[in-house]
Every structure is written in C-alpha cells, then in structure tokens.
C-alpha cells in the first residue's frame, strides 16, 4: 500500500480538513457559520418578513466522488444542501449546489453512499443514496424524502417521472414523531441497504415500547423504489 498515496477528509461544524495518510493538515476550509434561516429556501431566498441569522453548519454528510474527482459534502444550513470541492484541492473551485439534501438540524442524523443504480439497460452508473431523518425546522423539510437516490451531476432525484421517482417518503400522519435514524448504508451485490434505528411502534402511547435497530433493503433496479422492505435485528441468547 502505497502510504504517501492515502488521504483522509473530515467535516466537522463549520470547517473541512484535508489531511495526508499521517494524519498532518495539508488543507482547512471554513463552511460556517453562515447568515441563515430555516424559513429561507436552498437557494437563499427568503420571505420579506425574516431576517436571517448566523448560523453554524455541521457537517451532515462527507462523500468521496471517485468517478468525478470530488467531494460531495452536505452541511445542515441552506435546507441540508451540498457543495462539491476538488479532491486534491478542497479550497478552489466549489460547486454549491441548492438543493435540499440532508437534516437541517445538528442532531438529526443523515447517512450518504455512492452506489450501483440498474433502472433501465441504458442507465447504469452510480448515485447518490442518502437517508435522512424528518425533522421540524423549517418551512421546506416536506421537500426531503427519507430515502432517495439523485444523480451526481447536480443531486437532483435519479429518477423523477409521473410513474417513478428515485424516493421514499414517511407517511405524513406518522413522520412528525415517527423519527427515524440512519447509522448507515451499503451497497452489496444487487441491493441497496440502510442500518436504522426506529421506534417499535408509531403508534401515539407505544413511547415505552422503546426502540429497535432495522436493516432496510431496495433493489438496485427498482427506480421507484417498490422492492423497498426492513427486517428487525435482534440479538437473543437461549430462551431470552
């Protein structure tokens, strides 16, 4: 292994470091705080009646583009939107992209992977999966799926059509208090797989029920995300 070729890249709140395989700074940039509201769209835009406020932005999801010589880093200001910077130079040439992506929230977890998407003989490659938690801040969040597949040219859905669309969505009776976290994802074989952590019912009163950790699965093939399931993780021992 080539030791001097391997680099590390870490987002924290309000600054990305670049670092080399001994773990030296070789690059800083700053991501925040940033004037903001959660009133205002991705874009930047906002109803005459707020007035934006600085605000720091925590790093939500950290993704290396390989394919296109990126990376993709979502931050919780602008709606959870992404920007993408060089990977050999992460201070010049950044994309911002105004796109809600992740949780606009510090404690609201988000989960990204690049992976295989098969929907059609024409359209293999690779895209964004990401998972986000719902949460209340703001006026936009009904516009972030809990799980969605987008393109890596500009984030936009893979798929988005009167038939298909690359998204999964909470019911809205239930995604208020049925807060779902995403620990994480993969791809393996010819499926997609989120690690979540959820309540164990969604039912008003079933608080005390706790919580449990699910796998949940699509097919790569599946653009409309129909072959979407979970399964409970549960470890016992004997009767127990």
Not at 114 to 135: D, E, K
Request: charge should be neutral; include cysteine; charged fraction near 20%.
């Amino acid at each position: 292994m080539c030791e001097k070729c391997m680099q590390v890249y870490v987002g924290g709140t309000n600054v990305l470091y670049h670092l080399d395989w001994n773990l030296n700074i070789l690059e800083s940039v700053k991501t925040g705080p940033e004037l903001d509201s959660a009133r205002c769209h991705a874009s930047g835009t906002c109803p005459q009646d707020v007035a934006k406020s600085l605000t720091n932005n925590t790093n939500k999801a950290l993704v290396i583009d390989d394919e296109n010589n990126k990376l993709i880093v979502c931050g919780s200001i602008r709606q959870g939107s992404c920007s993408k910077y060089q990977l050999q130079n992460i201070s010049s040439q950044v994309e911002f992209i105004p796109e809600p992506v992740a949780a606009n929230e510090a404690v609201s977890s988000t989960f990204a992977f690049i992976g295989p998407q098969r929907y059609n003989r024409w359209g293999h490659g690779n895209v964004l999966y990401v998972g986000s938690t719902f949460t209340h801040h703001g006026d936009y969040r009904q516009d972030v799926p809990a799980i969605s597949s987008r393109n890596l040219h500009d984030l936009q859905f893979a798929e988005w059509s009167f038939s298909k669309q690359s998204l999964l969505r909470i019911d809205v009776k239930y995604r208020d208090r049925f807060l779902v976290n995403y620990v994480y994802g993969f791809n393996s074989s010819s499926h997609i797989y989120f690690v979540t952590i959820q309540k164990r019912s969604h039912l008003p009163g079933d608080d005390e029920k706790g919580y449990i950790t699910r796998l949940a699965r699509v097919c790569v093939t599946d653009a409309n995300y129909d072959t979407y399931t979970e399964v409970t993780l549960e470890c016992s021992k004997g009767d127990k």
